[in-house]
């Protein structure tokens, strides 16, 4: 990918010089990045810093392997134009975010090489150990609402980490942005954000008062456990609760006196949410309706150290690191069924690192897949035991491919909209003729005609598939019609009328409309509810995702049934068990729905 990047060296480290120019090997943090990024196709950068660190950030980025043009920039309002200028002038991709992030060069080949992200950021959906992150809401794979010192999510699904990527089409969308921001910080902040921002800070505040409280009797209150520094983070978890439960009360916390090191704690932290333009260039995006989708770090590394000592400490954890060990773990879907999960990708992922050393493609190894797919369907039309034995190895055998394809274009970044084509084609392709296979060895070897129970089979999955995919063709178009929220608004979701002042911000939110009150609607939003905790825990998520007769455990269910018994049994359970996966579907779908 040939493409231009901006980073913001605007947050200083305790020392006084800007983060990213922090010594980090043999470079410095942000010249590490620099080279990074070159190496995936960056040809040029723009560094954005304050006038003061603008010697130390020449320094920092002389010895960087593509060309580095220096913006000084006083305040906010002068990094939107900067974003402004630059992305009005360039006709590439751009990256956008911060020059004192570490991490690896993968975890940026995942959000740049990707051709699947075509614009997104960079996120995880757990906090990131010793780091301040913002949070970010995702439907569908799609952003919906992104955090910063001025902008609240409700519940949050993950946690930006301070890149984002911008393909040329979204161009016009990011100068429209960073204008709206320019002009909404000329002046100074917004009453508003301001008040968002305090009530914000009292969190973090609140997050150290409870740490300090929790201090063990062997460690002195001036003492930090590792992984102290994030709890003023922690405390903002207090924030952006579901909306019934009851607000946090932070009248009182400002009046408690925190240990010296918690106060320096909480006054780094609120100079860099002020510094920090990413998180509110994000909102921007956002809220102008750019279709921004996540690139996931997984368990690779990254961190944001912001001062010496910890950029020593995110190295040590870094190359500790098994990096192919992590990428091939990544490279295994995390949304997999249970049967996959725990019977095939356990050693499938082997299978794709041995073809990537071999230079096998994703659709070659798709191609492989169907061939040993009609292999199995040709076994079972013998209708003989042997033969049905055969078979079920066979189709297992298909399906390892099916999965090692995946796997393969994850663990190498070869995607392709072709490739995805051929897997989506000749899953349902392999699985249909192994229908026809079973029929006709039903009439050759046991003499039962199943073909109405095979076509049955057959309806019933593709009823199913398209259920699947209306509902989320639908949600896709619901989301694209979503109302713009204005900039100027802290909270995630449309208002009424402006509250007086001294009002809570929630009784700020709209109200239900009357329709949405009824039984149904509350029976739905309980169900909904039921099923976002069923999840929360692996004891209830599994058999949410067994009974739903994923690919996986149909493959098994074929596989068994027709070594053990016979086609008829295999078509019968088929039936059965997909009619009560399609009610499930058609319930949860439902209750979605109405609680909307």
Request: hydrophobic share 45%; aromatic share 6%.
């Given at each position: 990918?040939?493409?231009?990047a901006?980073?913001?060296?605007?947050?200083?480290?305790?020392?006084?010089?800007p983060?990213?120019?922090l010594?980090?090997?043999?470079s410095?943090?942000?010249?590490?990045?620099?080279?990074?990024?070159?190496?995936?196709?960056?040809?040029?950068?723009?560094?954005?810093?304050?006038?003061?660190?603008?010697?130390?950030?020449?320094?920092?980025?002389?010895?960087?392997?593509?060309?580095?043009?220096?913006?000084?920039?006083?305040s906010?309002?002068?990094?939107?134009?900067?974003?402004?200028?630059i992305?009005?002038?360039?006709?590439?991709?751009?990256?956008?975010?911060?020059?004192?992030?570490?991490?690896?060069?993968?975890?940026?080949?995942?959000?740049?090489?990707?051709?699947?992200?075509?614009?997104?950021?960079?996120?995880?959906?757990?906090?990131?150990?010793?780091?301040?992150?913002?949070?970010?809401?995702?439907?569908?794979?799609?952003?919906?609402?992104?955090?910063?010192?001025?902008?609240?999510?409700?519940?949050?699904?993950?946690?930006?980490?301070?890149?984002?990527?911008?393909?040329?089409?979204?161009?016009?969308?990011?100068?429209?942005?960073?204008?709206?921001?320019?002009?909404?910080?000329?002046?100074?902040?917004?009453?508003?954000w301001?008040?968002?921002?305090?009530?914000?800070?009292?969190?973090?505040?609140?997050?150290?008062?409870?740490?300090?409280?929790?201090?063990?009797?062997?460690?002195?209150?001036?003492?930090?456990?590792?992984?102290?520094?994030?709890?003023?983070?922690?405390?903002?978890?207090?924030?952006?609760?579901?909306?019934?439960?009851?607000?946090?009360?932070?009248?009182?916390?400002?009046?408690?006196?925190?240990?010296?090191?918690?106060?320096?704690?909480?006054?780094?932290?609120?100079?860099?949410?002020?510094?920090?333009?990413?998180?509110?260039?994000?909102?921007?995006?956002?809220?102008?309706?750019?279709?921004l989708?996540?690139?996931?770090?997984?368990?690779?590394?990254?961190?944001?150290?912001?001062?010496?000592?910890?950029?020593?400490?995110?190295?040590?954890?870094?190359?500790?690191?098994?990096?192919?060990?992590?990428?091939?773990?990544?490279?295994?879907?995390?949304?997999?069924?249970?049967?996959?999960?725990?019977?095939?990708?356990?050693?499938?992922?082997?299978?794709a690192?041995?073809?990537?050393?071999?230079?096998?493609?994703?659709?070659?190894?798709t191609?492989?897949?169907?061939?040993?797919g009609?292999?199995?369907?040709?076994?079972?039309?013998?209708?003989?035991?042997?033969?049905?034995?055969?078979?079920?190895?066979?189709?297992?055998?298909?399906?390892?491919?099916?999965?090692?394809?995946?796997?393969?274009?994850?663990?190498?970044?070869?995607?392709?909209?072709?490739?995805?084509?051929?897997?989506?084609?000749?899953?349902?392709a392999?699985?249909?003729?192994?229908?026809?296979?079973?029929?006709?060895?039903?009439?050759?070897?046991f003499?039962?005609?199943?073909?109405?129970?095979?076509?049955?089979?057959?309806?019933?999955?593709?009823?199913?598939?398209a259920?699947?995919?209306?509902?989320?063709?639908?949600?896709?178009?619901?989301?694209?019609?979503?109302?713009?929220?204005?900039?100027?608004q802290?909270?995630?979701?449309?208002?009424?009328?402006?509250?007086?002042?001294?009002?809570?911000?929630?009784?700020?939110?709209?109200?239900?409309?009357?329709?949405?009150?009824?039984?149904?609607?509350r029976?739905?939003?309980?169900?909904?509810?039921?099923?976002?905790?069923?999840?929360?825990?692996?004891?209830?998520?599994?058999?949410k995702?067994?009974?739903?007769?994923?690919?996986?455990?149909?493959?098994?269910?074929?596989?068994?049934?027709?070594?053990?018994?016979?086609?008829?049994?295999?078509?019968?359970?088929?039936?059965?068990?997909?009619?009560?996966?399609?009610?499930?579907?058609?319930?949860g779908r439902t209750?979605?729905?109405?609680?909307a």
């Amino acid at each position: 990918m040939t493409a231009a990047a901006v980073l913001f060296a605007t947050v200083g480290s305790p020392d006084g010089p800007p983060a990213a120019a922090l010594k980090c090997g043999a470079s410095t943090l942000i010249g590490r990045l620099l080279d990074q990024l070159a190496s995936l196709g960056v040809e040029n950068a723009w560094v954005v810093t304050r006038p003061e660190w603008h010697g130390d950030i020449e320094a920092a980025t002389a010895q960087a392997g593509l060309s580095v043009e220096l913006r000084s920039s006083a305040s906010t309002a002068e990094d939107m134009r900067a974003v402004d200028e630059i992305a009005s002038a360039t006709r590439r991709p751009l990256v956008i975010g911060s020059g004192d992030i570490l991490t690896q060069r993968e975890v940026l080949a995942g959000l740049l090489a990707d051709p699947r992200v075509v614009s997104g950021i960079l996120t995880r959906n757990k906090r990131v150990r010793d780091s301040w992150t913002s949070r970010t809401r995702a439907e569908r794979g799609r952003l919906v609402s992104a955090g910063s010192p001025y902008h609240r999510v409700r519940k949050p699904t993950g946690y930006f980490l301070g890149l984002i990527k911008i393909d040329q089409r979204d161009r016009a969308s990011l100068v429209s942005a960073s204008r709206k921001l320019a002009e909404l910080t000329e002046a100074g902040l917004p009453p508003r954000w301001e008040e968002e921002f305090e009530h914000l800070r009292q969190t973090w505040r609140l997050g150290l008062v409870r740490s300090a409280a929790g201090t063990g009797a062997d460690q002195q209150p001036g003492e930090r456990s590792e992984g102290h520094e994030q709890d003023a983070q922690q405390g903002a978890a207090l924030l952006n609760e579901d909306e019934d439960e009851d607000p946090v009360d932070l009248d009182s916390v400002e009046d408690v006196v925190l240990d010296p090191e918690s106060e320096r704690l909480l006054a780094r932290r609120t100079d860099m949410a002020r510094r920090d333009p990413v998180p509110l260039l994000l909102v921007g995006l956002v809220r102008s309706q750019v279709h921004l989708t996540n690139s996931y770090l997984r368990e690779l590394y990254w961190s944001r150290p912001l001062s010496a000592e910890g950029v020593e400490r995110s190295m040590e954890r870094m190359e500790g690191y098994d990096e192919d060990r992590v990428l091939l773990d990544s490279a295994v879907k995390g949304s997999d069924g249970f049967f996959t999960t725990f019977f095939v990708s356990p050693y499938s992922k082997y299978i794709a690192r041995w073809a990537a050393r071999r230079g096998w493609t994703p659709n070659g190894v798709t191609v492989l897949s169907l061939a040993l797919g009609i292999v199995a369907a040709a076994l079972f039309a013998t209708g003989t035991r042997e033969g049905l034995i055969a078979g079920a190895v066979m189709l297992q055998a298909s399906f390892t491919f099916d999965c090692v394809d995946g796997q393969l274009a994850r663990y190498t970044r070869t995607f392709s909209k072709l490739g995805s084509w051929l897997d989506s084609v000749f899953d349902r392709a392999k699985e249909y003729v192994a229908y026809a296979g079973l029929a006709i060895g039903a009439a050759i070897g046991f003499g039962i005609d199943v073909w109405p129970l095979a076509a049955a089979a057959f309806a019933l999955q593709t009823v199913r598939h398209a259920v699947d995919f209306s509902f989320a063709s639908a949600r896709h178009h619901v989301l694209s019609t979503l109302p713009a929220l204005p900039l100027d608004q802290p909270e995630d979701r449309l208002l009424t009328e402006r509250q007086p002042e001294g009002a809570s911000p929630q009784a700020e939110e709209t109200a239900l409309p009357a329709a949405r009150a009824t039984l149904l609607n509350r029976l739905g939003r309980g169900g909904a509810a039921l099923s976002r905790a069923l999840e929360r825990r692996s004891v209830t998520r599994w058999p949410k995702k067994i009974i739903v007769l994923p690919i996986g455990e149909r493959m098994a269910l074929i596989s068994v049934t027709a070594a053990v018994w016979n086609p008829q049994v295999t078509f019968i359970a088929l039936l059965v068990w997909g009619s009560l996966a399609l009610l499930y579907q058609l319930t949860g779908r439902t209750m979605r729905t109405v609680a909307a």
